[in-house]
């Protein structure tokens, strides 16, 4: 079993920065790829920004710029950096892994991101 908890959330004002993290636990060989997805009330959930087992990474237009993710193999943990954060950046923020080789989907419960004007 592979569990993933992420901290971080709370309050911030627009132009504020916040840090996301998420601490992965458990047994499987690798992640495909560490993800960071988010859903602001009343929308679909989306994806913020994804890193490979490569460490390469991809960010979704609105966030280009602004945040940063990032992975820490000997703590187990990912990070998103958030830089310049917007009203509209307001969301729960998640995280997600598939494991390599089974292609086991595993999703932490969110954190809140808050974002004032």
Not at 13 to 18: I, V
Not at 19 to 27: F, H, K, Y
């Amino acid at each position: 079993q592979v569990h993933l908890v992420e901290s971080g959330g709370g309050p911030v004002q627009a132009g504020g920065s916040q840090r996301l993290s998420c601490a992965v636990s458990g047994r499987f060989f690798f992640a495909n790829d560490m993800v960071w997805y988010r859903q602001a009330p009343g929308k679909e959930r989306e994806l913020v920004a994804s890193m490979s087992r490569g460490s390469s990474t991809n960010y979704a237009d609105g966030v280009k710029g602004r945040f940063t993710i990032s992975g820490d193999k000997v703590k187990n943990t990912v990070y998103l950096q958030m830089d310049s954060l917007k009203p509209e950046d307001t969301a729960v923020y998640y995280c997600y892994l598939r494991t390599w080789p089974e292609g086991l989907d595993y999703w932490g419960k969110g954190t809140l991101i808050t974002v004032s004007s």
